[in-house]
């Protein structure tokens, strides 16, 4: 059974420092995609960033610049490097993996960024 198992979350104060992790187990293959997502409250989820096998990345606009997503294939591991935090970043983090059948997603992790 694939799981994705995130970690890293947490309180910072604005313009501090966070980084995720997610770990994908019960699988022997390397996802072609692996993605963060964040849904605020009351807000839809949106993709933050994403990176392929190639190294490709896509990041939201308003992440760009401050949060940095990379991966490590041989673990099937995948990490969001999160600089500059802001209050509106605070949300609860997903990470994902979709393939042609399905769309695995972990369990969230929350980012608070208060003073």
């Known amino acids: 059974q694939v799981q994705l198992v995130e970690s890293g979350g947490g309180l910072v104060q604005p313009g501090e420092s966070l980084r995720l992790s997610c770990a994908a187990t019960?699988?022997?293959?390397?996802?072609?995609?692996m993605a963060w997502y964040r849904q605020a409250p009351g807000k839809e989820r949106e993709l933050v960033a994403g990176?392929?096998?190639?190294?490709?990345?896509k990041y939201a606009d308003s992440v760009k610049g401050r949060f940095t997503i990379s991966r490590d294939k041989r673990k099937n591991e995948v990490y969001l490097q999160m600089n500059d935090l802001k209050p509106e970043d605070t949300a609860v983090y997903y990470c994902?993996?979709?393939?042609?059948?399905?769309?695995?997603w972990g369990q969230g992790t929350q980012v608070t960024v208060s003073a």
């Open positions: 990176v392929t096998t190639g190294a490709e990345r």
């Open positions: 019960g699988t022997p293959f390397t996802f072609n995609v």
């Open positions: 994902s993996a979709p393939t042609t059948r399905q769309t695995y």
